[in-house]
């Protein structure tokens, strides 16, 4: 079995040039090259035949003409569909077809074959250079593995991962990659992460931990059973979603639009004027050919391709403009309390005895309904109740907001927090609430008793605020379901503005849209309790999202790790992207206006335009780059 290589977000950026491009524009590039060498085939034969047999002009004008034809039909198609569609992306074709009609007209057919057979080179590096972040996920679809050590009565059988269903048993051997998503049955080992939350320490995982697909086994034997298909995988989903954001299109390039719907007919009465006036039709042509707008086309996509690199450097991924429109913006910051703010991992400081017997009872009848759940607190009391032997055919439903049920052959067991466990009827003391979070079992309509779980905040959760606060973001607050001691407690020691305990979740939509007033607003938490306030803010960031579906889908942002620096990290990259999309607006505009003055006044001829037209889009590439390189 062959040990396949890690690869981070970092790697992927740095090594961008050197990753195949997609088939889709492999397959163009090949067209256009091919075309090229066959215009410039064409367009020798003509300059021999020429030379050797002056007396044949007809030959001779027919082997130019058909060199033209071969470079210039595909151009000239293209332009008419654009004219046709009102696409300007259509823009350097459309001025293309234009300069060679005039080309041929002038009987300048040497020119004519040669500028666009030059720009198809200039434009193939130009494609080299900025194909690197598109075709990085071309790359990266390659780590997630495509067999697996499927174990059949307790024989190892290499199969395709594809056809690996959920309950199978696959054997993960030192240095051997994930293909799914799985729960570790047996062994130790440390999972390197990087490629998919950017973090380079690797996890230490053992039996009950979920393994995610796009990860390596660094050392030891796992047995893993299989969870998600290989399709339906985290790392699937970050692929998606990398696919989807680099088509990102940011408000700021709508003056682009806008600009690029008046520059063909601009360009064109230049030069018209310029023909007019000089009587030079070649410095007309040179115009047509330096004002190919190529920068145009990178004002955004560029820098957003720069950032999704620099992003998932960090394991952050970019899904929608938000990140650019409202992120770079945020006046107010909403976050969750437990697994945001705080670490997440609760632990039982203390039970009380109701109807249940005994404390291993109690915490048996608990884990029989949370080893289903995602929610830190049943995270939590599954774990504690890791040695103990506990029913697990309970049919589950998680209230969110409330807590969990489970029904089996008649019996109906409960577990919640206290607000709920009162609505149902139930009399229970409050005196447990100040030590931490109280979650009350029931069973059968008999409270068996309690277990109080206390989490601490991240130890990074401070400093966060106080960067937030120099970014300029002007409330910070926390919106929880806990209850309101132990709230205060965390808001206190974080240094965060105000808190909104004891709330359901459309309790928290409602606080969101009342701030949303006054404020841009971003929310901050895991996804599974949060979806509704994710989705109504300005702009929602999941953390830990990594294996956790609800997240990914109902944030704009995912931190696919717990790391709080990330928080205000993004908002710089943000607010630094946007910064990069003007000064790429100014710099194709400035370039555009430049080479056409030098065109003007006979300084550029079209041959020397066709190379020197593309230094508007290098240098909007360079000024991209430079968030790559951002610290």
């Known amino acids: 079995m062959s040990v396949i290589r890690t690869v981070t977000g970092e790697s992927l950026a740095e090594e961008a040039s050197r990753q195949v491009i997609s088939e889709r524009d492999k397959k163009r590039l090949k067209q256009d090259i091919l075309t090229s060498a066959l215009a410039a085939a064409f367009l020798l034969a003509a300059l021999c035949h020429e030379r050797f047999f002056p007396s044949q002009a007809a030959v001779t004008g027919l082997l130019y003409f058909a060199g ?44 004519a074959i040669l500028i666009p057979i030059i720009l198809t080179l200039v434009h193939f590096l130009e494609e080299k250079s900025i194909m690197g972040g598109r075709d990085a996920i071309e790359g990266l679809k390659k780590f997630q593995a495509a067999t697996a050590l499927l174990l059949e009565d307790g024989v190892e059988k290499e199969v395709d991962a594809g056809s690996l269903k959920k309950g199978d048993q696959i054997v993960l051997k030192a240095g051997m990659s994930l293909p799914i998503d799985g729960v570790v049955v047996s062994g130790f080992s440390s999972m390197d992460q990087k490629s998919l939350t950017g973090e380079s320490i690797p996890a230490s ?73 000089t009587q030079d039709i070649n410095k007309a042509i040179a115009i047509l050919v330096v004002s190919c707008p190529c920068g145009y086309l990178l004002v955004s996509s560029a820098p957003m391709i720069a950032a999704l690199g620099a992003a ?36 039982v400081t203390n039970y009380y005895l109701d109807k249940a017997k005994s404390y291993e ?69 409050d005196r447990f609430e ?111 999202a990594m294996g956790s579906d609800t997240a990914i889908q109902s944030a704009d942002i995912a931190l696919m790790n717990n790391n709080l620096e990330n928080i205000p990290y993004a908002i710089r990259l943000s607010r630094k992207t946007k910064k990069i999309i003007f000064q790429n607006i100014i710099i194709a505009f400035v370039s555009s206006f430049i080479m056409i003055f030098l065109a003007s006044v006979g300084i550029i001829s079209a041959m020397a335009g066709a190379i020197l037209h593309n230094f508007g889009a290098f240098a909007i590439l360079l000024n991209s780059g430079r968030l790559l390189r951002q610290k």
């Open 361 to 429: 009872e109690l915490l048996a009848a608990a884990a029989a309904l949370t080893h289903k759940s995602l929610h830190p607190v049943s995270k939590s009391i599954t774990q504690a109740a890791s040695s103990l032997d506990y029913p697990k055919d309970y049919q589950v439903k998680e209230l969110i907001g409330k807590g969990v049920e489970g029904e089996k052959e008649g019996s109906r067991l409960i577990l919640g927090n206290r607000r709920y466990i009162l609505s149902l009827g139930y009399d229970i003391p």
């Open 205 to 277: 995982v053992g039996p009950g931990d979920k393994v995610f697909a796009g990860t390596i086994n660094m050392e030891g034997v796992l047995k893993v059973e299989v969870v998600k298909e290989m399709g339906d995988t985290a790392f699937q989903q970050i692929v998606k979603l990398l696919e989807n954001a680099e088509n990102i299109t940011i408000p700021e390039t709508k003056i682009v639009d806008v600009f690029m719907g008046y520059y063909i007919p601009l360009v064109l009465i230049i030069a018209t004027l310029v023909w007019l006036l």
């Open 68 to 111: 033209a034809c071969i470079i210039g039909l595909p151009i000239l198609k293209t332009a008419v569909t654009g004219l046709l569609r009102a696409d300007m992306s259509a823009s350097m074709e459309i001025l293309v077809s234009i300069a060679m009609i005039m080309e041929i007209l002038s009987n300048e057919y040497v020119l």
């Open 434 to 544: 100040k030590e931490g979070a109280a979650s009350w079992i029931v069973k059968d309509g008999s409270v068996l008793g309690c277990l109080v779980l206390r989490d601490s905040p991240r130890e990074d959760a401070p400093a966060m605020v106080l960067a937030l606060k120099k970014l300029g973001v002007k409330k910070t607050c926390i919106l929880t379901g806990d209850n309101d001691t132990a709230a205060r407690r965390v808001t206190a020691s974080v240094n965060i503005d105000s808190v909104y305990s004891e709330l359901l979740p459309e309790q928290k939509l409602e606080h969101v849209k009342k701030l949303k007033e006054s404020y841009t607003v971003g929310v901050i938490g895991d996804g599974i309790n949060d979806a509704l306030a994710l989705s109504e803010a300005d702009v929602g960031i999941a953390m830990g």
């Open 312 to 347: 998932s450097k960090r394991g952050l991924l970019i899904k929608n403009s938000a990140f650019i429109e409202k992120l770079s913006e945020a006046e107010c910051l909403i976050f969750d309390k437990t697994g945001t703010i705080t670490k997440g991992d609760l632990e």
